[in-house]
């Protein structure tokens, strides 16, 4: 029986997932024909053809005919080797725990926690324009409350903490986790046959927004996506385990 190449649902890691098809940014879009499953292996594709928009792969934790919801644990990833340059440079990959109010305000005003690990080539910037290169990048989302207005009304400041950069850290397996507690995250990077770390960070609700690390479970989520021009880090912190400098 022939595999669908543009399948609805997958089975990974003794989950099912569903495969977005709308709009990612821009004019890009979400392609369930850019998602397989390889010999027990999730295998994404980014891709765009001359003159077309880039198609990504989005994946959600699936349920039934809604999406599920995990909450406090271990989050854990293992990326096999792949060249970095065939990860272009506005790709990025990430796993997200993503959705449910901050607590902040039920109307909506902070939008929705996020804690996610994601995986970049050159993208993402300091303040100052220093391009930071290829780390793993541990964001728990929101974290501070910002001055600008959105609509008539406060928006939160975003928090990416950059970690340490490698060569090339794709060129061999690594795993990366985040440990979610009630009112803290950990996240670590390692290569896979290593117990060293090469890049950890620790992010408490007291160093952040009141409600930054949620209490109630959210969606996991794949994504491989190309991002819009522009992007840029807009706060780089030392904190827990978090050296200072990249």
């Known amino acids: 029986m022939t595999a669908d ?15 977005s098809t709308r709009r990612m940014q821009g004019d890009a879009r979400w392609s369930r024909c850019q998602v397989e499953v390889r010999d027990g292996a999730l ?8 003159g077309e928009p880039f198609l990504g792969a989005q994946l959600a934790l699936a349920a039934g005919d809604d999406e599920a919801r995990l909450g406090i644990g271990r989050y854990e990833f293992r990326i096999d080797p792949v060249p970095s340059a065939s990860l272009p440079p506005r ?22 926690n996020e804690i996610d690990i994601e995986i970049n080539r050159s993208w993402l910037r300091t303040d100052d ?3 930071i290169g290829t780390p793993p990048v541990y964001t728990v989302w929101p974290a501070a409350q ?4 959105r609509t008539g009304r406060r928006s939160p400041a975003s928090h990416h903490i950059p970690g340490l950069t490698l060569p090339d850290p794709l060129a061999s397996p690594t795993i990366h986790t985040f440990d979610w ?16 770390r090469f890049s950890a960070w620790a992010a408490a609700d ?15 989520m794949i994504n491989l996506w190309a991002v819009a021009s522009g992007a840029r880090i807009e706060k780089q912190e030392c904190g827990g385990d978090y050296p200072c400098g990249t």
């Open 5 to 19: 190449p543009c399948p609805e649902l997958v089975e990974f890691s003794g989950f099912q997932w569903r495969i």
């Open 43 to 50: 295998v994404l594709r980014l891709s765009r053809a001359a």
């Open 181 to 196: 507690a009630p009112r803290s995250v950990r996240f670590a990077s390692l290569h896979a046959d290593a117990i060293a």
């Open 129 to 131: 324009g220093h391009v």
């Open 91 to 112: 790709g990025v990959f990430a796993m997200f725990s993503y959705g449910g109010p901050s607590g902040i305000d039920r109307r909506g005003v902070w939008g929705y």
């Open 206 to 220: 007291i160093d952040l927004a009141p409600g930054a690390v949620p209490s109630t479970p959210m969606v996991p």
């Open 146 to 149: 910002s001055g600008r207005r």
